[in-house]
């Protein structure tokens, strides 16, 4: 420990018993707790305890304290814990009486034992439990703990503890008691123990029969504990004595199939899962039968979960897997039968055709339609994405049950059947479904459907796109769907443009996307442009794409979104000129043979928007097309890099937006490397230095640079108040340092350059003036202040940030201590 | 029985982190979703893995709802939406949305770019998740669905803060986030229609105290830049962009114009346009004062307050600047700090909360030596505080003074447990110390049976100004909730049992009928509500639980008969005539029968007319007959006497009553089994 944190603990510790000082914040406590438990791992704790012996009487002063504090004695029984958990210094808390002649006694059992705050009025705060058992954690790490927690009668109390109040108490309890069975299970113990666990240790079979009485119990909290305990054992223990416990236990569990209504289902699908998962489950065939007998004894919703599970394990057996996927496609056989107008193509697999339990599922509520519906989707769609996912793949039956769930909702659907009616009242405008259908819908396009099929899915996406019933959510998913739908689909047969099929829906698309784009949602104008932006991305050379983009009125409304009064929707409108201008698209009234025209008009409203926007977001996206415009090399940039350079530096270096700032050193960070060559690794930290560049070349560059004021940007953003743009800019003129200076070589020869006026410069700014500009700048004066400073130096400085000093131990036992006295209002204080 | 169920992930008994699960009506929603600004790692957030157990969070979750912009009620949000993956619906006031992504950005720019943090939320996060929000205007009833509705309410505090009710069926719950129940200089009283809900669900922070006078404080805080400025000195007040910031800015501006000071007030940079941007918005939700003068005179448009440039720091005299951030842990207030920290001329006023680990922590609680950047900074108080400062220290030569003086928005303890007009069955204290929370529930408590005494309130180990208060305090609690005042620690369940109350209707006829026979006051606690309640024909009124047969029985009187009949999902009360006739069913007779054996060995009609002579004598008030068949009948009670069988010297009297006589009936059986008196 620092001698300075150990010279600053006796006081501390004080504070902490003194019942008349008030504590300062939990958080304090815990970042205390977090330092101790760091200290505790590098090194022995005895020794620790030894050298500062105001730990174990701050231990001995909580305990004896009348009415100790919730707060302080939570953290003294996690510290305790801490400490014991190295087994020397276990010993040494078990016997060793306090320095204080008024302080006897073995501790750990008084902290711990039922002597202890167990049965203190302090027991009914949630956080003395919650430490008690946090406590336990830490210290049960060996032989002797294990003993102690049988000697202290301490399995009894996390037993009781199970069903706490508290989730958080409860849920830790639980955890303790997997971790206490693991525990036991070690060593003399572990191998291949009998199942009747006559040779297991002692501490193991008390919780075995516990989690066994508690599976026979007809209270569903004892049951939903017991699964939960055995959930979390089968998932971390993988040890050979769990197989015994799993064949000891699972006839009870297998009772619970019996029981109706299944009690705690939810967890029993996660308990079951969890042994499947684990190697028991590849060695118990009888399982398999378990999970079968569960899909079909569970609701539909609760099958779910377990149907999913099933079909993510790696081996299984395919029966098993048939039953599952037929358990998931239960409810879109249902949708796709009440859609039926008359009968129709081949529906699901067999097993899968919508059975009665799923109906009534469907008849008995709104809300369990709706549940039932959603958490279908959700996970066909997470099925959808997997390696091992169900093949063949119901691709066509799937599309068709989305478009119709999609229909319903939407109210275009006309069923004839009882429960089409009662489907389209229940889902008519239930944005909940659209939005799991919409998801379901765009990860489907992955695979491929007969045309007639896929000409439905752009039809209702279309009529999504269109509805002014859509709500800004859906839309946004509608979008998101149309634009994977759109990238998915196949080029025509030359391979360089859009299929006949595609280039029809663009033109139904483009007057709807300019409909949004006037929105009076943000939202959907904003979606509109994002759509918008990827689409051109993509696209923007396809010649189909081109011609429709510009025969619409889009790439104009796009440019009048540039004034948008939402700054998300100028910031999405910037993108987007940007990404349309890249690809010749942003002006429609002059063909390419002109496009210069257009193109430096947009460059000027960007650079206004970049000068004059009151918010961030407009900005920081002006300084990202800005920067892809110069790594794309783009024709209006090139044709005067400097001015280009030059007007954007000026812009940024006097943003208010720290990342602008930083934005702009990345953009000269380009176009140094334009100029000079990539560094040998982007990597800012790499020790690798980028190689010279020649001497005739840097001297040119040089004078660019100047031209361009980079050195005046840089070096003032050096000292930015803050840290990301020095850091930025301290690595810019690293890389530049190198490349100017050959690797060991000496300086170029000649006469002294004046560096007085950057110096006194660079002075002032670090004082932080930041008033004076520089003006005209010699490149060797420049570089010879450049080679004086000790970038390096301020490189690891800026490193280390100011949370060096924040986050220390020093720093927070000094803020707790200097806390004694003034806390009061400042505590009750908020944001 | 219906309950509802109140979880708190966060803010349960602490501040920060709000975040508290309401599970009502078979709904569940969260209120709130901040983070703590005391932690850098994961414990900044709530713990969602204990909603994450319930299956897919959308499908757990109803919706999200936003109380105001802080971010330890919004900080979380983002990577709530975004990266545990709810994908409902977020329900917040429209100046809240807006004002969220920047204070989101900002807090995004400290954990990531100054901690470099990796697995943060990102920009287009934040904007993604702005996208899910639906925002909410004031009093406009919002149905989340079918059965779950939301309105939000007027909560002052800061711009757009509001309070939430949330109903399901008959049961509501009150939330009201951060709310302040005085009006300020840009913000109105927090404000809430006249509501009984089964539960309010309030913050606490200020749970044990009446705080001082607000012109007080406001006074000395006045008095301070004045002095400091007026010696030629410059003042630093760190502040967060957007909140307290105004409040103290309207300040300065009318005691500048007032007093004609020259001396130059700065905003920090950017700030004062986006703030006055998003004041003038949302000009509504100012107080009433502002929204009348803005026409001839927006009181964001200062005129003595500029946007400050960072070269303003070095000029000579006086000023005043309002920097970022409120902490003092990085960018433009801690350069200005440390520019300014060396002269004794120079005052930094702290107006809120600092966590530990900032500059502005260290310097609230005393510390002389801090460590920036390499470069040591030494403040070193050697004066004792002035009386009239609330913490820290004070300075003589060579360092700058330091002040705090809390602006913050809060309700104290008069407003905690009642919020306005709002009549709660049940009250759960949030946002607050535990401690604290149960003080407040003792006085309360003893309140109800009689107001403490002067001082007494000091005996719950609060030794700042306790004393003074209790007073007050009584005052407040005047009126505190109906049935239990809560609070629970974060992870802790509080359920409560709720009695459903179901709109009934009934004809003004069969109202005035019964109110005439006085019926309606005997069960005036019967369904949870009084009997004034009852209205006629379209008026709800209260019923018993529901029976799912379709009409139930209710306690009868003699002559009354009235029941409730339930016909497309409306319950209406009406004479058992008429809900017969509706139903379309015949009045069914019950018939309880008893068997009465007698010694008597003469004739079975000589016996029945004994019969008929001592139930006359004994039964005076009502109607006994005999009749030819010679029966024997006492209201609807009907005595025939038989022969025995098997014993000809006893008499089988056969009685049956219907089972509106049943008291009747069992009266006159026990009294036929003490047998005949003798014939005289």
């Known amino acids: ?831 | 029985m219906p309950e509802i169920r109140v979880t708190p992930l966060g803010a349960g008994q602490d501040v920060g982190r709000s975040c508290i699960l309401v599970s009502i009506g078979g709904k569940n929603v969260m209120l709130d979703c901040g983070m703590h600004m005391g932690f850098s790692d994961d414990r900044r957030f709530p713990d969602f893995s204990y909603i994450t157990r319930n299956g897919r969070l959308t499908d757990f979750l109803d919706c999200v709802i936003i109380s105001h912009f802080h971010l330890d009620h919004c900080g979380a949000l983002p990577y709530f939406s975004e990266m545990v993956g709810y994908d409902g619906p977020i329900y917040m006031t429209q100046p809240t949305q807006a004002i969220c992504p920047i204070l989101l950005e900002d807090y995004r720019k400290i954990a990531v770019d100054k901690k470099g943090e990796a697995n943060f939320f990102t920009s287009q996060m934040i904007k993604d998740c702005m996208k899910k929000v639906v925002a909410v205007h004031l009093h406009q009833t919002v149905q989340v669905d079918d059965e779950l509705e939301i309105k939000a309410y007027y909560a002052g505090h800061v711009l757009g803060a509001a309070m939430f009710q949330i109903k399901v069926g008959s049961e509501s719950v009150v939330y009201t986030g951060d709310y302040n129940m005085t009006p300020d200089r840009h913000l109105g009283a927090a404000w809430i229609d006249k509501c009984r809900p089964n539960l309010l669900i309030t913050e606490s922070t200020y749970a044990t105290t009446i705080r001082d006078s607000k012109r007080c404080r406001e006074r000395d805080f006045l008095k301070k830049v004045h002095e400091t400025v007026e010696r030629g000195g410059k003042v630093l007040i760190p502040v967060f962009a957007l909140g307290r910031a105004q409040e103290l800015c309207i300040l300065l501006e009318t005691f500048w114009e007032r007093m004609d000071l020259k001396a130059p007030i700065y905003f920090s940079t950017g700030l004062t346009e986006k703030a006055n941007h998003y004041y003038k918005l949302f000009i509504p939700w100012t107080n009433q004062k502002i929204r009348k003068t803005f026409v001839q005179r927006n009181m964001f448009e200062f005129k003595h307050i500029k946007a400050f440039d960072r070269a303003f720091a070095d000029s000579p005299g006086p000023m005043v600047v309002f920097a970022t951030p409120g902490m003092l842990h990085a960018g433009q207030s801690l350069q200005i700090f440390r520019k300014w920290a060396g002269s004794e001329r120079n005052m930094v006023i702290m107006p809120g909360y600092c966590v530990q680990g900032t500059v502005g922590h260290k310097i609230l609680s005393g510390q002389r030596k801090l460590e920036m950047e390499g470069r040591q900074v030494v403040i070193t108080p050697t004066l004792p505080p002035p009386a009239l400062s609330h913490a820290c220290c004070d300075t003589a030569a060579g360092v700058m003074q330091v002040e705090y003086m809390s602006f913050s928005a809060h309700a104290d303890a008069r407003a905690s447990c009642s919020c306005g007009q709002a009549e709660p069955e049940n009250v759960l204290l949030v946002h607050g110390e535990a401690k604290k929370m149960s003080f407040l529930k003792q006085k309360i408590e003893q309140n109800s049976v009689g107001k403490p005494r002067r001082g007494r309130a000091c005996e719950g180990g609060f030794s700042r100004a306790c004393a003074d208060r209790a007073r007050h305090l009584a005052e407040a609690l005047s009126t505190p909730p109906r049935g239990q005042l809560l609070y629970a620690a974060n992870g802790e369940t509080v359920t409560l049992s709720t009695s459903p109350s179901i709109p009934v209707g009934i004809s003004l006829g069969l109202l005035k009928r019964e109110m005439a026979q006085g019926m309606w006051a005997g069960h005036a606690g019967w369904g949870g509500a009084a009997a004034g309640q009852v209205a006629p024909q379209t008026a709800p009124a209260p019923a018993p639980a529901p029976a799912s047969q379709g009409y139930s029985r209710m306690p009868r009187s003699p002559g009354s008969c009235r029941h409730p009949i339930m016909k497309d999902s409306n319950f209406r009360l009406v004479s058992s005539e008429q809900a017969l006739k509706e139903l379309g069913l015949a009045e069914h007779q019950l018939r309880f029968t008893c068997r009465v054996h007698l010694h008597d060995t003469r004739k079975e009609q000589e016996t029945a007319l004994r019969v008929y002579s001592h139930l006359k004598s004994v039964l005076k008030d009502h109607c006994v007959q005999h009749l030819p068949d010679g029966s024997v009948t006492v209201e609807s009670i009907l005595i025939q006497a038989a022969a025995h069988s098997e014993d000809p010297s006893t008499k089988v009297l056969l009685v049956s009553w219907t089972y509106q006589d049943e008291e009747l009936g069992s009266y006159l059986t026990s009294l036929l089994k003490k047998g005949l008196p003798q014939a005289s």
């Open chain 1, 1 to 831: 420990m620092d001698p300075e944190c150990s010279r600053l603990l006796p006081a501390l510790c004080a504070v902490l018993v003194d019942p008349r000082q008030p504590v300062a914040d939990d958080t304090c406590l815990e970042k205390l707790l977090d330092w101790f438990k760091t200290v505790t791992e590098a090194g022995p704790s005895l020794l620790l305890l030894q050298e500062n012996p105001c730990l174990v009487e701050l231990l001995f002063r909580v305990l004896k304290a009348h009415d100790p504090r919730p707060r302080v004695l939570s953290f003294s029984l996690r510290l305790a814990g801490l400490f014991a958990a190295q087994e020397d210094c276990f010993q040494y808390l078990q016997v060793t009486p306090s320095s204080s002649v008024s302080q006897q006694g073995e501790l750990l059992p008084m902290l711990f034992g039922e002597s202890g705050p167990l049965g203190g009025a302090a027991w009914t705060a949630p956080t003395v439990r919650s430490g008690w058992l946090q406590g336990l954690r830490s210290l049960a790490q060996h032989p002797g703990a294990l003993r102690f927690l049988a000697d202290c009668g301490a399995v009894d109390t996390i037993f009781s503890l199970q069903g706490d109040s508290s989730l958080f108490v409860a849920s830790a309890a639980g955890q303790l008691l997997v971790h206490i069975l693991a525990l036991a299970m070690r060593g003399p113990a572990e191998g291949h123990p009998s199942p009747q666990g006559c040779d297991w240790p002692a501490c193991a079979q008390k919780i075995v029969c516990h989690v066994e009485d508690s599976l026979r119990s007809t209270a569903t909290p004892q049951v939903t504990q017991a699964l939960n305990v055995l959930t979390t054992t089968f998932g971390h223990c993988h040890s050979p004595w769990t197989q015994g416990l799993w064949v000891r236990l699972s006839p009870l569990v297998a009772c619970l199939l019996e029981k109706d209504p299944i009690p705690a289902s939810h967890s029993l699908v996660d308990l079951l899962l969890s042994v499947a998962r684990s190697p028991v489950g590849s060695s118990d065939c009888g399982l398999w039968e378990t999970l079968a007998q569960t899909l079909s004894h569970l609701s539909p919703t609760q099958a779910g979960p377990l149907a999913l599970g099933i079909l993510k394990l790696q081996d299984c057996p395919q029966a098993l897997k048939t039953q599952a996927f037929g358990v998931l496609l239960q409810p879109l056989a249902c949708v796709l039968k009440a859609a039926a107008q008359a009968p129709g193509p081949p529906g699901f697999p067999e097993g899968a055709t919508g059975d009665s339990i799923t109906v009534d599922t469907f008849l008995s509520s709104k809300s369990a339609c709706v549940g039932l519906l959603c958490q279908a989707l959700a996970h066909l769609e997470l099925l959808q994405l997997l390696p091992q996912r169900p093949s063949p793949w119901p691709q066509a039956p799937l599309l068709r049950a989305a478009v119709a769930i999609l229909r319903f909702c939407h109210g275009s659907a006309a069923p004839t059947s009882d429960v089409g009616g009662h489907l389209c009242a229940v889902l008519a405008g239930c944005v909940r479904v659209q939005r799991a259908a919409l998801d379901f819908l765009g990860t489907l396009s992955q695979g491929t459907g007969p045309q007639e099929l896929v000409t439905q899915v752009f039809a209702v996406l279309l009529e999504y796109l269109t509805s002014p019933d859509s709500s800004p959510m859906v839309l946004k998913k509608a979008f998101q769907a149309t634009l994977r739908w759109l990238l998915g689909s196949p080029k025509a047969p030359s391979c360089c443009d859009l299929d006949p099929h595609t280039q029809l829906f663009l033109g139904e698309l483009l007057p709807v996307l300019r409909k949004r784009l006037c929105s009076p949602c943000w939202e959907a104008r904003d979606s509109g442009l994002e759509f918008l932006t990827q689409v051109t991305r993509h696209w923007g050379g396809q010649a189909a794409f081109r011609h429709a983009l510009l025969a619409s009125e889009v790439p104009e409304l796009t440019g009048q979104l540039l004034r948008d009064p939402e700054s998300y929707v100028r910031a999405s409108a910037v993108t987007a000129t940007g990404q349309l201008s890249s690809w010749g698209l942003y002006a429609t009234p002059t063909g390419p043979e002109h496009p210069e025209v257009q193109q430096e008009s947009l460059f000027t409203e960007l650079l206004h928007i970049l000068s004059t926007d009151s918010e961030g977001f407009p900005r920081r996206a002006v300084m990202h097309v800005f920067t892809q415009w110069l790594k794309d090399g783009h024709a209006d940039v090139a044709e005067d890099l400097e001015q280009f350079v030059a007007r954007v530096l000026q812009a940024a270096s006097q943003d208010l937006d720290w990342e602008v700032r930083a934005q702009g050193l990345e953009l000269a960070l380009v176009f140094l490397e334009q100029l000079l060559g990539q560094p040998g690794s982007r990597c800012p930290y790499a020790v690798a230095l980028p190689e010279a560049a020649p001497p005739a070349t840097l001297a040119q560059v040089l004078q660019a640079l100047c031209r361009v004021q980079l050195f005046e940007f840089a070096l003032r953003a050096l000292f930015d108040c803050d840290r990301p743009v020095a850091q930025k800019s301290c690595d810019l003129l690293l890389f530049l340092k190198a490349k100017a200076t050959p690797c060991g070589g000496p300086q170029e020869a000649g006469a002294s350059p004046d560096v007085v006026s950057v110096e006194a410069a660079l002075q002032r700014w670090q004082a932080g003036e930041q008033g004076q500009p520089l003006g005209e700048l010699e490149p060797e004066a420049v570089m010879a202040v450049l080679r004086s400073m000790d970038l390096e130096g301020l490189r690891g400085m800026l490193a280390k940030s100011s949370d060096h000093m924040e986050k220390s131990p020093q720093s927070l036992l000094q803020d707790m201590l200097a806390t004694v006295g003034v806390l009061g209002e400042n505590e009750a204080d908020c944001y």
